[in-house]
């Protein structure tokens, strides 16, 4: 029997799955977005949400935590991959590494380091993640990733494939230029809520069902008119 026993085994041995979550969890937070196959999504998406929301705490106690569940993976940014490929060992190991033998967390350039050999630095993946990715849900509850399955299978064991990738924020998602149609339910929903925040709902325009039938029919009038306008100067 397997009383409170949670979570799926995937053939592998506890330290081999904890391994894995903390590998796939520190490639979503670092890429945005990872694909694999669809019962590891499934697996990874509470380890996931849990992180982001203890990380939305911002706390010491709460960065103790994500350190402890999560590792502490060194992030290059992609701009800075390629210059961080061309660098020699001894250069890579100071962006990774201060002098003090302790990782870089913030990505801050110390005084100290010359800014023409070495113009970055590399940054945790705990501080991406407090200071990036979770004041994106501050007003979100719960929620903050998605699967999306793919329509193709792995080569080899023909398993499900899928991608699990992190929810954009409703202001990143529209940036102003697509319009989001609401429906009337919401509609009246939002228009509540401002009546009783005290402000002034908005007032949908109302469409005429008579002149609606009127424009079509004047719109077939004018293109009449103007093919016939058309053949008569033909004619003459």
């Not at 080569?155 to 991608?163: E, K």
């Not at 325009?205 to 004018?222: G, I, M, Q, T, Y």
């Not at 293109?223 to 100067?233: A, I, L, N, Y």
Request: overall charge positive; cysteine-free; proline content about 4%.
């Amino acid at each position: 029997m397997r009383h409170r026993q949670s979570g799926r085994h995937l053939s592998r041995t506890p330290a081999h799955h904890l391994a894995m979550r903390r590998n796939m969890a520190q490639s979503l937070f670092q890429h945005g977005r990872i694909e694999t196959t669809l019962i590891k999504a499934k697996e990874l998406r509470p380890f996931v949400e849990r992180l982001i929301t203890l990380a939305r705490k911002g706390t010491l106690h709460s960065r103790q935590r994500l350190t402890a569940e999560l590792g502490d993976r060194a992030l290059i940014d992609k701009d800075q991959q390629e210059a961080y490929d061309r660098m020699s060992d001894a250069r890579r190991r100071k962006v990774v590494v201060a002098r003090s033998g302790r990782r870089h967390r913030t990505g801050a350039v110390p005084a100290a380091y010359d800014k023409k050999k070495i113009p970055f630095v590399a940054r945790s993946v705990v501080s991406k993640l407090i200071d990036d990715i979770a004041p994106r849900y501050r007003d979100r509850p719960g929620g903050y990733t998605r699967i999306i399955r793919l329509a193709k299978r792995r080569i080899g064991d023909n398993s499900d494939l899928a991608i699990l990738q992190l929810v954009d924020d409703e202001a990143s998602a529209g940036d102003g230029d697509r319009h989001k149609s609401t429906s009337r339910r919401r509609a009246i929903a939002l228009n509540r809520i401002k009546r009783l925040e005290g402000k002034k709902p908005r007032r949908q325009k109302r469409r005429d069902p008579d002149k609606a039938e009127v424009e079509p029919e004047r719109d077939a009038a004018e293109e009449t008119k103007r093919v016939e306008d058309s053949e008569s100067g033909e004619g003459a």
